[in-house]
């Protein structure tokens, strides 16, 4: 036999298919980043707005001062670490980590820029011999912005204008710094374009010298005067607004991240706030919010994560379950439906029947095993045949000679003395059991015969009645029928059936017991129990009960055991009319036969 025929290639094939499967599903799941905003993940991404909606709320009625112990606080609570960005990217908390450039890039990406707004431009104009890139010059509008607000919380200008110097200095190069040492304050001190209806009076009115630009003093003079506050001219109620959420990881897959848009100023909600406050913050088309970029950032989500939930993996798990189920039902069905088949002839086999067979045509173990089942069959069918045969030949051959014998032994007893007569009476008696062991031969191999028998409706309680009077008579009948129980049966196999079973009750049981016949009929079958209440048989007999010629006791004679054909011919019969015929020992004593046959009221 090929290898690639037997159970266990196919059980290793199967094997390596499940492996890759997994694999690919796990691949999958790794190249689409399965996170809080992927479909298996609606829980996680509920989640994460509700964090972030949370963390709005204070952060709208806070001062920006503040915002950095508030997320902190947010960090220890949900286990996680939550980066605010403004507009370009970045950070609106003072002494924030930096972001991984590879983050960055998704961030750009994922939330573009706006346009350069006045203070940008300004700037770029201004600091223009410093050749800026356009990554330094976002860091230096977040220096300029953060130094006017600490100017406008402490006034003093001397000090806004000394952290500026020094934050700007600290992100050019040494070439840029050597050439930002030989501005003046007027040429990178950006003047003042709001979005007041008229830029230009409020220009000239704090340009004391007319020079164009604001100098030190006279920008100091200005934001000292000057807060224009956001218009609160907005009307009706702000419209419900859903941020989307945005999932990535790097490369190494050392965290996972979720990025989000949420509302840190809002117009009619929460304090006032200035033009100068939301100048670094992403405005909404209604110019009613002003949002900032929440980043989240926790471990991977197989660890310990914020975006963990338990139903997207199992979810996972039970694709993985059902995948796996389609690459081995196919092939657990292949070996245990033969495995049945070959059970139930088996089964058959040792009841006695040898006529059917498996037929599995399969090139592996199972259907080795099949044809085995099969070859056996078909031998202990032949054996069995051969052996009704020969009975039935040996038996046919006795019965002219007996015959012969009897009718001679008639004859000498005319002619014979009275010590003769007694003698040829003793004789007679032996012959009389070789005729007896000849019918029963005879009977035994005609019961067993295969050929088709055609089966009517009996009457079983006039047939059991006419058995019990006639074959045990010593024994007190206690039967209880249902009323007109009918069976599908041969009559006359069935009698003959009966019959011996109750010759067996009132040879083996003590004189003055008595029988017991119960029947039911249930929706597949008649079920008859017959019960004798005498000494029964050892338990390890009961297998062989039915067996030609098999007697309990070695010590029985033909006088005290019989021939040994009886309840063979009896199961024989109850098989030949469609039935069962079983044994067991019965609770209060004796043997209780069970027959099965086929109610007539289908």
Not at 372 to 393: I, P, T
Not at 434 to 440: P, Y
Not at 482 to 501: G, H, S, V, W
Not at 535 to 563: H, I, M, N, Y
Request: hydrophobic share 40%.
């Amino acid at each position: 036999m090929r290898f690639r025929d037997t159970l266990l290639a196919r059980i290793l094939g199967g094997f390596l298919l499940n492996l890759l499967m997994v694999g690919l599903v796990l691949w999958g799941l790794y190249e689409l980043r399965v996170g809080p905003a992927s479909a298996l993940a609606g829980l996680s991404e509920d989640r994460v707005r509700r964090a972030a909606s949370a963390l709005s709320d204070q952060l709208v009625n806070a001062p920006r001062a503040d915002w950095p112990q508030i997320v902190q606080r947010h960090n220890q609570r949900h286990g996680v670490t939550f980066h605010l960005r403004n507009a370009r990217g970045g950070s609106l908390l003072l002494n924030a980590a930096p972001l991984p450039a590879a983050v960055r890039e998704q961030l750009t990406a994922t939330f573009p820029p706006p346009s350069d707004s006045p203070i940008r431009r300004h700037l770029a104009r201004q600091l223009q011999p410093l050749q800026l890139n356009a990554a330094q010059l976002d860091q230096i509008e977040t220096i300029w912005l953060n130094s006017l607000r600490e100017f406008q919380q402490t006034k003093n200008l001397a000090a806004a204008m000394a952290a500026y110097t020094k934050n700007v200095r600290a992100v050019l190069t040494e070439t840029q710094r050597e050439n930002f040492a030989q501005l003046t304050p007027i040429n990178f001190t950006p003047n003042i374009r709001t979005e007041s209806p008229s830029p230009a009076e409020w220009h000239r009115r704090f340009d004391a010298d007319q020079d164009g630009d604001l100098n030190a003093t006279e920008l100091a003079k200005l934001l000292a005067d000057y807060s224009p506050t956001e218009s609160n001219s907005a009307a009706g109620p702000l419209p419900d607004w859903q941020p989307q959420v945005r999932t990535f990881t790097l490369p190494d897959a050392q965290h996972v991240w979720a990025a989000l848009e949420i509302s840190v100023r809002v117009r009619e909600v929460g304090r006032e706030f200035s033009t100068w406050e939301v100048q670094d913050l992403r405005k909404t088309p209604d110019s009613r919010r002003f949002n900032a970029i929440l980043l989240l950032e926790s471990d991977p989500v197989l660890g310990e994560s914020f975006f963990a939930e338990p139903w997207p993996w199992v979810t996972i798990l039970l694709l993985i379950i059902g995948l796996s189920a389609l690459f081995w039902l196919p092939l657990i069905q292949r070996i245990t439906r033969p495995l049945a088949k070959v059970t139930a002839l088996t089964e058959e086999i040792a009841e006695g029947n040898f006529q059917n067979r498996v037929d599995l045509e399969q090139p592996d173990e199972i259907g080795r095993l099949a044809h085995a089942v099969d070859q056996m069959a078909h031998r202990l069918e032949g054996f069995a045949r051969g052996q009704r045969r020969f009975l039935g030949d040996v038996s046919h051959e006795l019965c002219a000679p007996l015959a012969r014998l009897q009718m001679a032994l008639e004859v000498l007893a005319e002619t014979a003395s009275p010590e003769q007569k007694e003698m040829l009476g003793d004789l007679r008696e032996e012959v009389e059991q070789m005729a007896t062991l000849v019918d029963e031969l005879l009977c035994f191999t005609r019961t067993g015969e295969t050929k088709a028998i055609e089966l009517q409706p009996v009457d079983l309680a006039a047939l059991i009645e006419a058995n019990l009077q006639r074959e045990a008579p010593d024994l007190a009948h206690d039967v209880k029928l249902p009323a007109n129980l009918t069976a599908y049966a041969a009559p006359d196999r069935l009698e003959r059936a009966l019959a011996n079973i109750f010759r067996n009750a009132q040879q083996h049981a003590a004189t003055g017991k008595k029988i017991q016949v119960r029947a039911e009929a249930a929706d597949e079958s008649v079920e008859i129990k017959i019960t004798d209440f005498g000494p029964g048989v050892p338990a390890d007999c009961l297998d062989q009960l039915f067996d030609p010629f098999f007697r309990p006791e070695d010590s029985r004679t033909r006088e005290t055991g019989g021939t040994g054909l009886g309840l063979a011919i009896a199961k024989s019969a109850v098989e030949a009319s469609g039935g069962t015929l079983q044994c067991r020992l019965h609770e209060q004593g004796g043997l209780q036969f069970i027959l099965r046959l086929k109610p007539a009221n289908e």
